[in-house]
């Protein structure tokens, strides 16, 4: 009896061809991308670049305006380099952003930001993408307060001088207000501008709202909580050699406030009103009121009591403690839930599960 036949293939019973087998791609490389953004840094520029160990792919050095020619410099330094410019200074949130975007245009899976000043060592970068390669994180970022228990083979020994004092004081204030800010309470020094982004969060964000100025490393943290990204922190040193902010203090002290009570106030919206309805949602909406309310009465028979002279009864003046205290108890409940509630699982993780 001859074998039958199918439309799509060979006889049936008869043994299958070799070549037949699906044959697999082996995996690839991760794509790691450095993105350098440049501006005054004429001078530091090609040695951070000569640093940069081999797991790098590509380094897209931005030149955001500089009078300098810090771009000039970098071309011709290493062939992974690519060389972006502005043809005006957006500073350092806009100048990361145009090479992030370059980066997942061609491909790049982790996106690390370095700064051309010297003050990040190139040779920790094996050890800030690590979390993001194991799937354990969609962001990480430097803490120069956390101690070193090892140090990266061919890394240079800890000779420069560490942060000074004045500035170690100003960080750690920051940093208590930065987590309310941005929701990361477990964070340390969030101002670090030694960064490494996974491509799924780079994709869950939109770059055109994340501010373009000193406020970038807070923003970005802000959008991807609103993202449910997880963010890691890695203990990293700087260098300080007597570097020079060009940082305003005076237009800090003006702007750094407001925008970070708009992030916080649209955090809380989004995050408990928005994106969902939770117990700590009911605990605000009973708590800030019972506060404001207990402080106005308060205030009111205060005012009273001055003008006429007669002092207020402990009854009424239990009338205004009690919802304060009872609202202050709330409000700190629900700062407990957003304390304990922080990203666990990584986008990059969720995307493989299709969840």
């Given at each position: 009896?001859?074998?039958?036949?199918?439309?799509?293939?060979?006889?049936?019973?008869?043994p299958?061809?070799?070549?037949?087998?699906?044959?697999?791609?082996?995996?690839?490389?991760?794509?790691?991308?450095?993105?350098?953004?440049?501006?005054?840094?004429?001078?530091?520029?090609?040695?951070?670049?000569?640093?940069?160990?081999?797991?790098?792919?590509?380094?897209?050095?931005?030149?955001?305006?500089?009078?300098?020619g810090?771009g000039?410099?970098?071309?011709?330094?290493?062939?992974?380099?690519r060389?972006?410019r502005?043809?005006?200074?957006?500073?350092?949130?806009?100048?990361?952003?145009?090479?992030?975007?370059?980066?997942?245009?061609?491909?790049?899976d982790?996106?690390?930001?370095?700064?051309?000043?010297?003050?990040?060592?190139?040779?920790f970068?094996?050890?800030?993408?690590?979390?993001?390669?194991?799937?354990?994180a969609?962001?990480?970022k430097?803490n120069?307060?956390?101690?070193?228990?090892?140090?990266p083979?061919?890394?240079?020994?800890?000779?420069?001088?560490?942060?000074?004092?004045?500035r170690?004081?100003?960080?750690?204030?920051?940093?208590f207000?930065?987590k309310?800010?941005?929701?990361?309470?477990?964070?340390?020094?969030?101002?670090?501008?030694?960064?490494?982004?996974?491509?799924?969060?780079l994709?869950?964000?939109?770059?055109?709202?994340?501010?373009?100025?000193?406020?970038?490393?807070?923003?970005?943290?802000?959008?991807?909580?609103?993202a449910?990204?997880v963010?890691?922190?890695?203990?990293?040193?700087?260098?300080?050699?007597?570097?020079v902010?060009?940082?305003?203090?005076?237009?800090?002290?003006v702007?750094?406030?407001?925008?970070?009570a708009?992030r916080?106030?649209?955090?809380?919206?989004?995050?408990y009103?928005?994106?969902?309805?939770?117990?700590?949602?009911?605990?605000?909406?009973?708590?800030?009121?019972?506060?404001?309310?207990?402080?106005?009465?308060?205030?009111?028979?205060?005012m009273?009591?001055?003008?006429?002279?007669v002092?207020?009864?402990?009854?009424?003046?239990?009338?205004?403690?009690?919802?304060?205290?009872?609202?202050?108890?709330l409000?700190?409940?629900?700062?407990?839930?957003?304390?304990?509630?922080?990203?666990?699982?990584?986008?990059?993780?969720?995307?493989?599960d299709?969840?």
């Open positions: 009896m001859k074998a039958t036949r199918d439309a799509a293939g060979p006889a049936t019973g008869a299958r061809p070799r070549d037949a087998r699906v044959r697999l791609a082996p995996p690839r490389e991760p794509r790691i991308a450095v993105v350098i953004p440049g501006y005054r840094a004429a001078d530091t520029v090609a040695e951070v670049i000569a640093a940069i160990p081999p797991l790098v792919w590509r380094v897209y050095v931005v030149d955001d305006g500089c009078p300098q810090t000039d410099r970098a071309e011709g330094v290493d062939d992974r380099v060389v972006l502005n043809p005006r200074n957006l500073g350092v949130g806009g100048a990361t952003k145009r090479g992030y975007a370059e980066a997942l245009r061609d491909g790049a982790v996106v690390v930001k370095l700064d051309a000043d010297g003050q990040m060592d190139p040779a970068i094996p050890r800030l993408v690590a979390p993001l390669l194991a799937g354990r969609d962001y990480a430097g120069r307060f956390a101690p070193l228990h090892r140090t083979r061919g890394a240079p020994p800890a000779e420069s001088r560490p942060m000074p004092p004045v170690r004081l100003g960080n750690n204030v920051l940093s207000l930065h309310g800010v941005t929701g990361y309470w477990g964070i340390v020094d969030p101002t670090n501008g030694y960064t490494a982004i996974h491509r799924a969060a994709e869950s964000i939109d770059p055109a709202r994340v501010a373009d100025c000193y406020f970038f490393e807070t923003d970005i943290l802000f959008h991807l909580n609103l449910d990204a963010v890691h922190d890695v203990p990293l040193p700087a260098r300080y050699s007597g570097e902010s060009s940082l305003s203090v005076r237009r800090f002290l702007r750094f406030p407001l925008l970070a708009s916080f106030l649209r955090r809380v919206g989004v995050k009103f928005l994106q969902d309805f939770n117990v700590a949602s009911l605990q605000l909406l009973l708590g800030l009121p019972l506060v404001l309310a207990g402080a106005c009465f308060g205030f009111y028979r205060w009273a009591a001055l003008e006429s002279g002092a207020n009864t402990a009854g009424t003046v239990m009338f205004a403690a009690l919802p304060i205290i009872l609202g202050f108890q409000l700190l409940s629900a700062l407990t839930y957003d304390v304990m509630h922080t990203p666990r699982v990584p986008l990059s993780a969720r995307g493989e299709g969840g």
